[in-house]
Nanobody, 133 residues
Framework: QVQLVESGGGLVQAGGSLRLSCAASGRTFSTYTFSTYTMGWFRQAPGKEREFVVAINWSGGTIYDAESVKGRFTISRDNAKNTVYLQMNSLKPEDTAVYYC?????????????????????WGQGTQVTVSS
């Protein structure tokens, strides 16, 4: 079993920045294991469906990122700490949402699949990000 715990959310003014963290752990979880997984960030705004934000593969390459966040959000990972990060800059009020990290244990040749929730077996509890205008 895998646990994902997000942190770093909060209230920020438009134009500001936040960095979210997602720490992975588990009884049979290892640093090597974590390094092989694709990690993704999703978000859900009030009254809206959950949407994909960005994902990162085992080697640290950004697999895919949503048009709405390109150039503003950056995903990274520290495999030694079993942690993935989401650096969010130039935040806008429309970025307000609960942000979730997720772990995809299987490898797919078509990387665009990681923009869907299907490949992700484990999810964190979410962290609230509120951007005021």
């Amino acid at each position: 079993q895998v646990q994902l715990v997000e942190s770093g959310g909060g209230l920020v003014q438009a134009g500001g920045s936040l960095r979210l963290s997602c720490a992975a752990s588990g009884r049979t979880f290892s640093t090597y294991t974590f390094s092989t997984y694709t990690m993704g960030w999703f978000r859900q705004a009030p009254g809206k469906e959950r949407e994909f934000v960005v994902a990162i593969n085992w080697s640290g390459g950004t697999i895919y990122d949503a048009e709405s966040v390109k150039g503003r959000f950056t995903i990274s990972r520290d495999n030694a700490k079993n942690t993935v990060y989401l650096q969010m800059n130039s935040l806008k009020p429309e970025d307000t949402a609960v942000y979730y990290c997720a772990l995809a244990p299987r490898i797919y040749s078509n990387s665009s699949i990681y923009s869907k929730s299907g490949p992700y077996d484990y999810w964190g509890q979410g962290t609230q990000v509120t951007v005021s205008s």
